[in-house]
């Protein structure tokens, strides 16, 4: 079957530190992945997707990155975390046809101190 | 880029009521409609879907409708139940353009029992 697994599920980081999220998904091969953030009370962003390995497209210029190394690895990085990073992180995978749509990981909920 | 806007932000009814949310979206390209229901600190779930190819689609209590000459699709829950309370994002695509989601900003929908 096809999951996506996303962790950590929680992290409180202090400001100026690193981050490392990943997002792994079992049971398909060469998916279209997606970061999105999502503020307090607001709606979703996409941040990054990724169609293949290596190949990483940015939505929005920030302290983030994201990186694509094996075909169903997705990770987002920051070297240094801002206030304003904090937010509940999704990782998506598009199912492909004639399942089309996203299937959302669990998410991570960062909370920068 | 696809614009998408979603209103109201906020909705309450009372149970049994029905709920309208609406959104519109900008480039006349976009083909594929989901609205995704996202309960408090949980991942969206997709809960219907329709292509522009169609102008309603019903599922039990929910439906969505579709006009493309006007650019604007709405969600309808009928009969609403206190279970149907949580944040609902409407999002557009273009299923041959990268996959890529845009989300409407959410609405949070509050049923009274």
């Known amino acids: 079957s096809q999951t996506i697994h996303q962790w950590p599920a929680t992290l409180v980081q202090p400001v100026g530190s690193p981050l490392s999220l990943e997002c792994t998904v079992e049971g398909t091969s060469n998916p279209n992945l997606y970061w999105y953030r999502q503020a307090a009370g607001r709606g979703l962003q996409l941040l990054f997707y990724s169609v293949g390995i290596g190949q990483i497209s940015s939505e929005v210029p920030q302290n983030l990155s994201a990186s694509r190394p094996q075909d169903r690895q997705f990770i987002l990085s920051s070297k240094k975390l801002l206030l304003s990073d904090s937010g509940f992180y999704l990782c998506?995978?598009?199912?492909?046809?004639?399942?089309?749509?996203?299937?959302f990981g669990s998410g991570t909920r960062l909370t920068v101190v | 880029g696809e614009n998408v806007e979603q209103h109201p932000s906020t909705l309450s009814v009372q149970e049994g009521d029905s709920a309208v949310i609406k959104c519109t979206y900008s480039?006349?390209?976009?083909?594929?409609f989901p609205w995704y229901k996202q309960e408090l600190g949980k991942r969206p779930q997709l809960i219907i879907d329709?292509?522009?190819?169609?102008g309603e689609k019903k599922d039990q209590r929910i439906a969505v409708t579709l006009n493309k000459t006007a650019k604007h699709f709405s969600l309808h829950i009928t009969e609403t139940q206190p279970e149907d309370s949580a944040v609902y994002f409407c999002?557009?695509?273009?299923?041959?353009?990268?996959?890529?989601?845009?989300f409407g900003s959410g609405t949070k929908l509050n049923v009274k029992p």
């Open positions: 999002a557009a695509s273009n299923q041959y353009n990268f996959n890529k989601f845009y």
């Open positions: 329709i292509r522009s190819n169609v």
């Open positions: 998506a995978w598009m199912r492909d046809r004639p399942n089309y749509g996203y299937t």
């Open positions: 480039d006349s390209a976009s083909n594929y």
